[in-house]
C-alpha cells in the first residue's frame, strides 16, 4: 500500500540527529513545510567538542555551531521544548501552549545527563552534570589550575573531562563503579589499557567505588565526596559522569512504546505500545532504540555521532518513502581521544568476547576483537585506525569468520 507523501513535518530536536534528519529531507526531495524544536535557546551544535576543546582550548573556547545550509527553508522554535504528544490529533504540544499539526514527525530529542542517584542528598553547589553546551561552559569556568576535580563514572564522558582537566594542570580523581574503566563498554581487558592511561597522566582513578555523599562549607559549596571504601576525597568541583538516559518523558501517555528510548523497527518507525508502526513517526539518535542485527535483533540505543548522522539520513528517507523504505543496516562505530591516544572502533563490543591482537601501552597502540558465540560483532583500536577498515568490511557483510581479519604485513 502507497502512502501520500508527507507536507508538514515536524521535527523534535534541534540536535545533530534532527538537523542531519532535515537536511536530509530536503536533500531527498520534501517542498513541503519543516519546523524544527528546540529544547535549548541555541541553533544545533556538535557535542563531543564539549567534553575536550571546550574545556582546554585558550584563551576561549571554540565555537561549536553547526552550519546550516542555505536551502533548508525551516521554521525554529528554540528554548520551547515539547511536553506532549497526541497521537489521534496528530499534535506536538509546546512547554508554552502551541499546538503544532504534522503528517510527519521525526523523533530526535537526544539523551539527558542521569542526576544523582536518589539514595544521595540534594548535591551542594559545585557538583555539575555535561550534556549541553551551558553545562560545558559552566564546567569550564570552573576548572581553574588550583582547584582539585573529581569525576564520578569513568565511561567516555568522564575519561574525556578528566583527561582535560589533567592538560589543565588540575588534580583529578576519577571514581568508577566497576572494577575498570569502560568496562561495560569494551570490555575488561581495553578497560584495563584506558585505565592505564589515566594512571601515566597523573589521574588518581579509584575503581570499585563510588560516592555515598558529599561535603559542604559554610557556604554551601562542594569541599570533599565520600566513597564506599570509607575514604573522603577532597573536591572543589565535582562531575557526575553517570551516563545518559533518552529524553522521553514528553511522550507519556501517548501510546508509544518508550521504555529506555523510543522502541523502532529496522525501517526507524516508532512503535506503539503493542507493537503496531506509528504511522508517520520516525525516530533518530541517542533517543532510538532499533534492532541491530550483531545484536541478534535486539533492540539497542547508541549515543554516538555517527550514529545520530546515518540514522538522520535513514530516517528522512523512510518518512518520505511511498512504498516499503530501506532497513537502517549501517555498522555502528565511535571514537574518543585521551591523553593523546585516539580510541577508534567498529560494532558492538559491548557484552562480547574480546580477544587482544595487539597490546602496547608505551607505543600507544591496541588492537582488539570482539566476538558472540564466534562471530566477529566488532573491534576497536588505539593507534590502529587504519585496521578498522577490515573489520567494517566483515562486519558490514554479515560474514562469521572464525577469527579476525589477517592483520597488514
Not at 230 to 248: E, F, I, K, Q
Request: hydrophobic content about 45%.
Amino acid at each position: 500500500m502507497r502512502r501520500p507523501a508527507p507536507r508538514d513535518i515536524v521535527v523534535v530536536g534541534a540536535s545533530l540527529a534532527g538537523l542531519r534528519t532535515a537536511e536530509a529531507l530536503r536533500a531527498q526531495g520534501f517542498t513541503g513545510s519543516l519546523t524544527i524544536v528546540g529544547a535549548e535557546p541555541h541553533l544545533p551544535y556538535d557535542r563531543p567538542p564539549l567534553s575536550k576543546q571546550v574545556l582546554t582550548a585558550q584563551p576561549d573556547p571554540p565555537g561549536t555551531a553547526l552550519p546550516l545550509p542555505a536551502a533548508l527553508d525551516a521554521r525554529w522554535l528554540l528554548g520551547r521544548p515539547a511536553v506532549g504528544l497526541d497521537l489521534t490529533a496528530r499534535t506536538v504540544l509546546l512547554s508554552d501552549g502551541t499546538r503544532l499539526p504534522y503528517d510527519g514527525l521525526v523523533l530526535a530529542t537526544g539523551s539527558a545527563a542521569r542526576r544523582t542517584p536518589a539514595a544521595l542528598a540534594v548535591p551542594p553547589r559545585g557538583v555539575l552534570t555535561l550534556r549541553g553546551l551551558d553545562d560545558a561552559l559552566a564546567l569550564r569556568a570552573a576548572l581553574l589550575p588550583d582547584r582539585r576535580l573529581v569525576v564520578v563514572g569513568a565511561g567516555f564522558l568522564g575519561g574525556e573531562v578528566a583527561a582535560a582537566a589533567r592538560q589543565r594542570g588540575l588534580d583529578v580523581t576519577l571514581v568508577e563503579a566497576a572494577a575498570q574503566p569502560l568496562d561495560r563498554a569494551i570490555g575488561s581487558a581495553a578497560g584495563t589499557y584506558v585505565g592505564d592511561l589515566h594512571r601515566a597522566a597523573g589521574i588518581d582513578l579509584r575503581t570499585r567505588t563510588t560516592v555515598t555523599g558529599f561535603r559542604a562549607g559554610a557556604n554551601g559549596h562542594v569541599t570533599a565526596v565520600e566513597l564506599t571504601t570509607g575514604d573522603t576525597v577532597r573536591a572543589d568541583v565535582v562531575l557526575l559522569a553517570l551516563g545518559s538516559v533518552p529524553a522521553t518523558g514528553w511522550l507519556a501517555g501517548s501510546g508509544m512504546a518508550v521504555d529506555g528510548g523510543v522502541h523502532c523497527d529496522p525501517y526507524l518507525r516508532a512503535l506503539r505500545s503493542d507493537g503496531s508502526v506509528v504511522d508517520g513517526v520516525v525516530a533518530a539518535g541517542d533517543v532510538a532504540r532499533v534492532p541491530q542485527p550483531l545484536a541478534d535483533g535486539a533492540r539497542l540505543t547508541l549515543g554516538h555521532w555517527t550514529n545520530a548522522v546515518e540514522q538522520g539520513a535513514a530516517a528522512a528517507a523512510t518518512l518520505l518513502a511511498t512504498g516499503t523504505p530501506a532497513p537502517f543496516t549501517t555498522v555502528p562505530s565511535f571514537w574518543s581521544d585521551l591523553h593523546g591516544a585516539r580510541i577508534r572502533s567498529v560494532g558492538l563490543p559491548a557484552a562480547a568476547e574480546a580477544r587482544i591482537v595487539e597490546h602496547d601501552l608505551a607505543g600507544r597502540h591496541l588492537e582488539v576483537a570482539y566476538h558472540r558465540r564466534g562471530r566477529l560483532v566488532g573491534a576497536l583500536t588505539i593507534g590502529r585506525t587504519a585496521r578498522l577498515a577490515a573489520y567494517r568490511t566483515v562486519l558490514r557483510d554479515h560474514r562469521e569468520p572464525a577469527q579476525e581479519p589477517a592483520s597488514a604485513a
